[in-house]
């Protein structure tokens, strides 16, 4: 099983600039897919970004493609989520997830799908 832990959560202004990691427990978390989430107070959970088990593939929504980047660091099972240029849009609880297949051909990462979850972390962008 594989436990995720989210943090680097935090109040940024618009503009700005924040990194969420994502830490996980579990040995083979190298070989899984993982993405990013969010979810707005009153607002469904909508995808983020997707990385694949090698950090090879990337997957991004429209709204935040050329602004965040997911990244991953296997050494230390930890994904990243490189939030450039926030706008007050981008302000949710931000969750981490992962797949336990390694490519993103292999599911549809966008689904909301995977089988592990963390419990979240609060980006708070003032405008």
């Known amino acids: 099983q594989v436990q995720l832990v989210e943090s680097g959560g935090g109040l940024v202004q618009a503009e700005g600039s924040l990194r969420l990691s994502c830490a996980a427990s579990?040995?083979?978390?190298?070989?899984?897919?993982a993405g990013w989430f969010r979810q707005a107070p009153g607002k469904e959970r909508e995808f983020v970004a997707a990385?694949?088990?090698?950090?090879?593939?990337?997957l991004y929504s429209n709204s935040v493609k050329g602004r965040f980047t997911i990244s991953r660091d296997n050494a230390k099972n930890t994904v990243y989520l490189q939030m450039n240029s926030v706008k007050p849009e981008d302000t949710a609880v931000y969750y981490c997830?992962?797949?336990?297949?390694?490519?993103?051909?292999?599911?549809?990462?966008?689904?909301?799908?995977?089988?592990?979850w963390g419990q979240g972390t609060q980006v708070t962008v003032s405008p």
């Open positions: 997830a992962a797949r336990i297949v390694p490519y993103l051909s292999d599911y549809d990462p966008i689904s909301g799908d995977y089988d592990y």
């Open positions: 990385i694949s088990a090698s950090g090879a593939s990337t």
């Open positions: 579990g040995r083979t978390f190298s070989a899984n897919a």
